[in-house]
């Protein structure tokens, strides 16, 4: 758990972004009948430098290995993108990537 | 104040804020919206008693018969001058899903997989920077409900 993967791809003055994080996502009724405790990924953000270009608070909604796309501008190709998420434990991961 | 209860001040000030990586951290800033049972509820734990106008600027796009429930792509777009966007469905538990503060010059095309646990909608509402609230709804036919219940 925790492995995740950055794609960004500048195309014009856009930069297309794909970010798949692993993660059970396990919601408060799979994780009782699993006898587990539930975990959910509840926050996200991806930076540039120290600007924010993308934000999502988030619950046990999204899917098991949650894949997320989205676009943005202001940014060059070598910018590195940098996405931060946080689960229900307080498990908090950072990853970069060099935009293409 | 002697050297030793400045150094201790500091180090409390430290543990309480960590690493600050939230602009606004909706599930900290609106515990309820994500308590909520219902979609209006969830709205009203958001946006407060402001009315939701039908737009046809919000745009949802998704397949209409998702075969598995617990991987359904969902695409939400719009043109609006946003300040945040909700994604919510009145199947699961609770009925948020994904808020999202859109940044400066945000470019709102948002894909997402989400989880519904039957057959039911999903509703999109955008906060606009003219405090208005679009939205857009749409029904979907899951076939296999992915929620484990």
């Given at each position: 758990m925790g492995k995740m993967k950055i794609k960004a791809k500048l195309e014009g003055d856009i930069v297309k972004a794909n970010v798949m994080i692993k993660h059970p996502m396990l919601t408060y009724n799979a994780a009782k009948k699993k006898g587990k405790e539930a975990n959910f990924i509840t926050y996200i953000v991806g930076k540039v430098g120290d600007k924010i270009v993308y934000e999502a608070s988030t619950s046990q909604?999204?899917?098991?290995n949650p894949l997320l796309r989205f676009k943005f501008k202001g940014a060059k190709k070598g910018d590195k993108l940098t996405i931060t998420w946080r689960d229900l434990k307080g498990k908090t991961v950072t990853k970069s990537k060099k935009i293409k | 104040m002697n050297r030793r209860k400045f150094l201790g001040l500091g180090l409390a000030t430290v543990v309480l804020t960590p690493?600050?990586?939230?602009?606004?951290d909706f599930r900290k800033e609106k515990p309820d919206v994500w308590k909520a049972q219902s979609v209006d509820e969830a709205i009203s734990a958001l946006y407060g008693d402001k009315k939701l106008q039908d737009s046809d600027k919000v745009k949802i796009k998704a397949r209409?018969?998702?075969?598995?429930g617990g991987v359904i792509p969902i695409t939400v777009k719009t043109d609006i001058d946003a300040k945040s966007v909700a994604l919510l469905q009145d199947?699961?538990?609770?009925?948020?899903?994904i808020v999202w503060t859109v940044p400066?010059?945000?470019?709102?095309d948002y894909n997402v997989k989400i989880k519904m646990k039957d057959s039911g909608k999903v509703i999109v509402v955008v906060e606009g920077k003219d405090g208005k609230l679009y939205s857009a709804s749409k029904e979907m036919e899951v076939a296999l409900g992915g929620c484990e219940g």
């Open positions: 909604f999204l899917s098991e | 690493v600050a990586i939230n602009a606004i209409k018969v998702a075969s598995n199947v699961n538990p609770e009925s948020a899903v400066e010059d945000g470019i709102v």
